[in-house]
């Protein structure tokens, strides 16, 4: 694709609820980022897949966070028993290779949870 | 950790030059990158800076000192579009970046 395409753009859900969230990278790209942002607040590390596998998940922040991309290509971020506190811009953002310090960012998912 | 020290809002006049400074406190490090973000955006990037010196393209220019874990972002000729975030951000090795907490750039006519 053309860039880097995120669904849905937002979502309000329930606390307690499982939500998805789907990454669609830009075609050739082999390494894929998962960040999460609060308001007035710098992007935060998740996850980032290099193929098919993660490469680094030390940002996930719990065991209630799990990212797959198990083609190595589109990804999912899947977030179990949401929490309020979890109410973010999750952002995702893929790179040709990686170390260059370019990351090409989706428009993110907006995730509510009331 | 990581930690990455920006100020957290510049104002400037357009037309005039405005500095952002950035540093950074890493357990590595293999350079220095800078995104803009407008509100409602997504960050978009602007520069990589993996050795000392000064990188230049077009209206902006972004500085790295690696012996004073120190650099800056230089946006001359300032326009009201140039207003939002600006995001410093490591790659400490192993390929994910780090973001400081960005400084909110204000442009006044």
């Known amino acids: 694709g053309a860039g880097v395409s995120q669904t849905p753009s937002n979502k309000v859900t329930e606390k307690g609820k499982y939500v998805e969230l789907r990454c669609d990278p830009i075609?050739?790209?082999?390494?894929l980022y998962w960040y999460r942002q609060s308001l007035g607040q710098g992007p935060e590390f998740l996850i980032y897949f290099q193929g098919t596998g993660a490469a680094d998940d030390s940002g996930l922040p719990n065991d209630r966070f799990f990212a797959v991309r198990p083609e190595g290509s589109v990804s999912t971020l899947k977030i179990q028993r949401t929490e309020r506190g979890d109410s973010a811009m999750y952002l995702c953002?893929?790179?040709?290779?990686?170390?260059?310090?370019?990351?090409?960012f989706g428009e993110g998912s907006r995730l509510t949870v009331l | 950790g990581q930690s990455l020290e920006q100020p957290s809002e510049v104002t400037a006049v357009e037309g005039a030059i405005v500095q952002i400074n950035c540093t950074y406190q890493t357990s590595g490090f293999y350079g220095l990158s800078w995104y803009q973000q407008h509100d409602g955006g997504a960050p978009t990037f602007l520069s990589y800076n993996a050795l000392d010196g000064l990188e230049e393209t077009g209206r902006f220019s972004s500085f790295l000192s690696r012996s004073d874990s120190y650099g800056y972002l230089l946006l001359q000729e300032l326009q009201m579009k140039d207003s939002a975030s600006y995001f410093c951000a490591v790659n400490p090795g192993g390929n994910m970046l780090t973001f400081g907490g960005g400084t909110r750039l204000m442009v006044k006519p």
């Open positions: 953002a893929s790179s040709r290779t990686s170390g260059t310090g370019e990351l090409f």
């Open positions: 075609s050739g790209h082999t390494a």
